[in-house]
Structure formats: C-alpha cells, structure tokens
C-alpha cells in the first residue's frame, strides 16, 4: 500500500494495526493536507458482514463532530480498497505519552480525562457509544487537544444491527464487566474503561494487568482496583473515591453519565489543575489584565466616542453635500446584491491590497506561469489550461487534450512550454499554448513542479523522491538519482551549480553539480516543506506545514525559523529581495514581510479557499492562485 494512490490519496506511511484494518498516513493531492486512511484488511474484504461493519463505522462517525472527537473527512472504495479517511493528528497518543513518561501528573491527567469525557459525553448525546476507549484510542495533539479515534466499534444504541449480544467487543484490559460477559454494552461500559485509562494514567499500569486473560476478566467481574493514594501519596483521597466509583461492578452504581463524572471531576479539577509552568501561570496573570486594561479603554473610548460624534454631526452634512455632487449625472447604484461570493466571506477584508480576477472556473488550479507581463497561463483539476493576454483582465479556456490533474505549467520563451500533472504525465507546446502534444511516459509518479533552469533546461520533482531533467525544451527526460521516497514539492537554484529540493518529513535535498547527484541535507523540522527560494546564492527562505517559514545566509548551513504568526499550512513563498517577500496559506491567507522576515503583516485574500502557487511577472507584478478558480493580483 506505501506508495499507491486511492482516489485523491496518496498512501506514505502506517500509522496502526489493529483487527480490522490498519491505519495510513497519506495526503490529500487536491487540497494538501494529510489524513488518516483506515483501510480493511484483505482478509475481510470478501465478508459481507465485516464490510457492512465497516461501512457503518464511516457513517456513524462522521456524524460525531466534535473537537474532542476525530473527525471522517469521507469514504473511499476504489480499486476493492475500502476505507474511511479521517484527519491526520499530529501528536502522541494517550499510550506512548504513558510508556514515555511512566505515569502523568495529577494534573496533566485531570486535563486530559476532562477532554475525554467532553468528547465521550457528545457522543452518547448523540445515542453513540465507543465501547473499546483505551489509551492507544487517544491522541493528544501538539497543540493539546485531546482526541478520541476509532469508533469502529460504536454504534447507536437503538440500532440492532450487526453486533450481536453475545460477542465480546473491546480491548480486554478496560473492558467492562458486562462486556467480558458478552452483554450489551451500554454508556456505562465506556465510562468503565475511562476510569480504567484514568487509573493507568495516574499509576502507569492498569489496575487488572495480570498473567492471563481468564485472571484479568475474573478480576474485571470479582475485583476490585487497589486504592491509587496509597501507591502515592500525590494523590488525595477524592480520586480514590471518582476512581471506586467509575469502575463500580453495577452498571447502575456507577456515573450515570459523562456529565455526572465531569460535574464531580470539577471540584477536584479546580483544585488540582493548577498552571504546570511559571510560564502558564504568566500568562493567564496577563489575560487578567489585558481584561482589565481593556475595560478601561472601552470606557475612553466610549467617551471619545461621543466627542467625536458630535464634530461628525456638525461636518456631516458638507461632506454629504460635496460626495453628491461628484455623483451627478452618474447612473443609480444597482441594488444590494445579496448572492453569496467572496466579498460576503467574513474573511473578506475590505481593504485588501489584492483584487480578485473573474474566471470561467470553479475547479482547483495549482500552476500559473507568466512569459510577459500581459500573456499568463494557468493549470488545474480535470485538465483545466487558462490563458489570459491582458494580464488578467479576461481569462479564456483553453481546450486541453487531457482531463487529469495538471500541476504546474513553464514557458522557456513566448512559443516552447511545458506542463506537467498526476500520473507522471507531461506535455509540451511549441506555438505558445494553442496546442499540446504528450510526452511519452517512463514512470508512473505524480509531478508537482517545475523549474526553468535556462532556455533549454528543464527540472520536475514530484512523488517518491522523483526528479527529472530535460535539456531540449521538455521533449525527452532524464531521472536523476534523489537518494530518497519521499515526495518533493518544489527546487530552486541558488546559483548555476547548487540547487535545493524540499518535500514532506523535513526533506531537503541539495546539488552541487548542476543537478547530476542529491544528497540529503540535515533536516530540522518533521513538517512537510512546500516551497524554497532564494535571492542570492547564500540568502534563502522555505515554507511549509504548521505556519513554518526559514531562512539561510550562509547557503544553507544554517536555517532558523521565523515567526510567522501563521498556523495554517503554507503553500508557496515569493521574495523579490532580501527584504520583500510573501507568503501564502491553505486557509486564504497572505502574509507580507519589508524586512526579510523578521516582521509579517497580514492581508487576507478574501477568499477562504486553499491557495497553491504565487507568481512574479517580468516587471514584478504578483498573481495568487487557489482552489475553486481563484486568481488574485496586487491592485
């Protein structure tokens, strides 16, 4: 599976395994973001009865929205590969922060059995129960959010479906009584196994972790947990008792709900979940005062109001008098148009300093390439090929021999061009762009950029470490040796010999030789890489997942991260100097620097759609593209 493409998907890596399917990382082409694949194995795809399960499991949770709840983006079932494709958390799961640290603090575990019972307790609102939450279940984000996975074995209650009683669904160590029973699983079932991920949490075992599985389901149905106060004498009373009581033996003994064990677990929440960190404690001192502060300035502000508004009154009527008549003999305004576009957009920022320019288009376009700065082509979803000749101002389709996806697009002069897509798929033009002939294909990888490294000399990376060359103008080409799978968004040349390549996992590969080997450099982020520039041979900059943008002014020694204030993935970075340069995000926004990246303004596009490439024309004019036919330029 590593390596393939289902649907939009390409497959990377294994996340998990467990019984009915593994979990992959792979990445979402179209909109560039990763996610979670869960696939069914192989073994089970001719059982009516285990695909019936699975499909249930895609609809019962993509019903489940919820912060604390991982959600399905959608269902795949191409090429006899089932699978439900959900987000990709980045982070740890409950599991390895357990056997990393060996227990967690009171108070690190409070918060995170907090967040689980949020999400548990939606869940069961909505008539769902889990019935197999354990820590590897669980998966805590780099930015702290708590997350439940795999509600493969969930299902509502009133649903009498597949899972008969009289099979035993969970994992053995948190199961309930009435599971190992093989009785119905009700909402208590699933609290009994918090308490159980509770109790591991703060001991870092489970309380019936014994020899065999007839010992820990005895121990399930007969025993009782030892008392976590008398393994440590951190631990106060009260969590004895909330412990006792969610993993009572009866069913009906123990919370009634997630709400009734948040609403306990408050008082001892309160108490107990102080700041872990001076630094935490700083900040919150701070947010009482900029409350403060801010209340202040409401009342100043207010009363300035009131001052200004009586010199608005008495002008008001003069700028009025003098607007109408520049108004004369103009025609009257159209009425308000309530249609929803862009400007309706909340993001819309009215005085944005990019203006949005009309296509014929709602598809996705990834690639853009200027030769002039009035003649421009564009690429996209389903073969899409624009044209404009008026810098924008009109953009008219181009009739494409192909329907896939077309990534990006390169004129080496006004009349030889290339483009390249999905499938390691390449064409070329030789009379500017009024027709289009395919390459003949040597592999099978998708390209995802292209660099014009002269008149001639053409570079293309792409899935699985791809690199290619061409030296004609793109009629034939060469595969060079990458030293690595993983896939490469985008290369640079610094100078006539060195040249860089960035991709997922951190990957930076760089030459020395005009592109003839690659090595791989020392990488400093697990983040994906989207973009590289540079200004000179030693000044660069690379953007990439998370909001990250570098920068080198030692040739790529040394990259230290900027602050970009920026948390979306970015997808492309444009620097006219040291000084001058952008960024853009997969949520819309563009983020301008006049000091090389020490300071960033942002200045939303208006538009919240995912944009993909930025490009310069000749004379330094700047176009934006993006998903569902979105072109922006700089007014």
């Not at 918090?194 to 001991?203: H, N, S, V």
């Not at 121990?219 to 440590?232: E, F, V």
Request: aromatic share 12%; glycine share 8%.
């Amino acid at each position: 599976m590593i390596g393939s493409l289902i649907g939009n998907y390409k497959v990377i890596s294994v996340i998990g395994e467990g019984g009915m399917g593994t979990v992959y990382k792979a990445f979402d082409i179209k909109l560039e973001r990763y996610v979670a694949i869960k696939v069914l194995n192989a073994q089970t795809t001719n059982k009516e009865q285990f695909i019936e399960r699975f499909k249930r499991e895609a609809k019962n949770q993509a019903k489940l929205i919820h912060s604390n709840i991982v959600p399905v983006y959608g269902f795949t079932d191409e090429s006899q590969v089932l699978g439900i494709v959900m987000e990709y958390v980045e982070g740890e799961t409950l599991e390895h922060l357990i056997g990393r640290k060996g227990r967690l603090e009171l108070s690190e575990a409070l918060n995170i059995l907090k967040q689980i019972l949020q999400g548990v307790s939606y869940a069961h609102s909505k008539s769902y129960i889990h019935r197999d939450i354990k820590p590897s279940n669980i998966i805590i984000s780099k930015d702290g959010y708590v997350k439940i996975m795999d509600f493969g074995i969930s299902k509502a209650l009133f649903d009498k479906g597949i899972t008969k009683t009289g099979t035993k669904i969970g994992t053995l160590l948190y199961m309930s009584p009435e599971q190992v029973r093989a009785e119905e699983p009700t909402k208590q079932s699933d609290i009994y196994s918090i308490g159980i991920t509770f109790f591991e949490m703060l001991i870092g075992k489970t309380p019936f972790d014994l020899g065999t599985e007839f010992e820990i389901m005895e121990a399930h149905i007969k025993k009782n947990p030892s008392r976590i106060s008398q393994a440590l004498d951190t631990i106060p009373p009260e969590i004895d008792k909330i412990v006792a009581k969610a993993l009572d033996k009866n069913p009906m003994k123990r919370y009634l709900s997630c709400d009734e064990f948040l609403e306990e677990l408050e008082n001892v929440f309160s108490k107990y979940q102080t700041p872990k960190t001076k630094a935490e404690k700083t900040q919150n001192d701070k947010k009482v005062k900029s409350a403060r502060i801010q209340k202040i300035k409401i009342t100043f502000f207010g009363l300035l109001a009131l001052a200004v508004f009586g010199f608005i009154t008495y002008y008001g009527f003069y700028l009025v008098s003098d607007f109408w008549e520049t108004m004369k003999g103009r025609r009257a305004a159209p009425s308000a148009d309530t249609t929803i576009n862009y400007r309706s957009n909340p993001s819309f920022v009215l005085k944005s300093n990019w203006k949005y320019q009309e296509t014929n288009t709602t598809l996705n376009l990834n690639g853009i390439h200027f030769i002039d700065d009035s003649t421009g082509f564009v690429v996209g979803q389903k073969g899409t090929l624009l044209k404009t000749t008026s810098s924008g101002s009109v953009w008219e389709t181009i009739v494409f021999p192909d329907s896939s996806i077309l990534n990006d697009i390169k004129f080496l002069n006004s009349t030889n061009g290339v483009i390249v897509g999905e499938f390691g798929k390449i064409f070329t033009t030789s009379d500017s762009g009024n027709s289009w002939q395919q390459v003949n294909k040597f592999f099978d990888e998708t390209i995802f950029s292209l660099y014009a490294y002269d008149r001639n000399t053409l570079f293309a990376v792409g899935d699985k470490g791809l690199i290619i060359r061409s030296v004609d103008a793109g009629k034939t080409w060469e595969r060079l040796n990458s030293g690595t799978n993983n896939l490469l968004f985008s290369l640079y040349f610094s100078t006539n010999k060195v040249g860089y390549a960035v991709g997922w996992n951190g990957t930076i590969l760089k030459t020395e030789d005009r592109g003839d080997s690659w090595r791989a450099t020392e990488s400093f982020t697990p983040q994906y890489l989207r973009d590289v520039i540079f200004v000179d041979e030693k000044t660069g900059f690379i953007c990439g997942g998370g909001g990250e943008i570098y920068k080198t002014t030692n040739a790529g020694k040394e990259w230290n991260q900027l602050t970009s204030n920026l948390f979306s993935g970015l997808s492309g970075i444009l620097f006219s100097d040291k000084n001058n340069g952008l960024v853009i995000s997969q949520k819309g926004e563009i983020n301008q620097t006049s000091d090389g990246g020490q300071n960033w303004t942002s200045n939303h596009s208006g538009r919240y759609y995912s944009l993909s490439r930025v490009e310069a024309t000749p004379s330094g004019n700047i176009y934006i593209i993006g998903f569902h036919g979105t072109i922006l330029t700089n007014k």
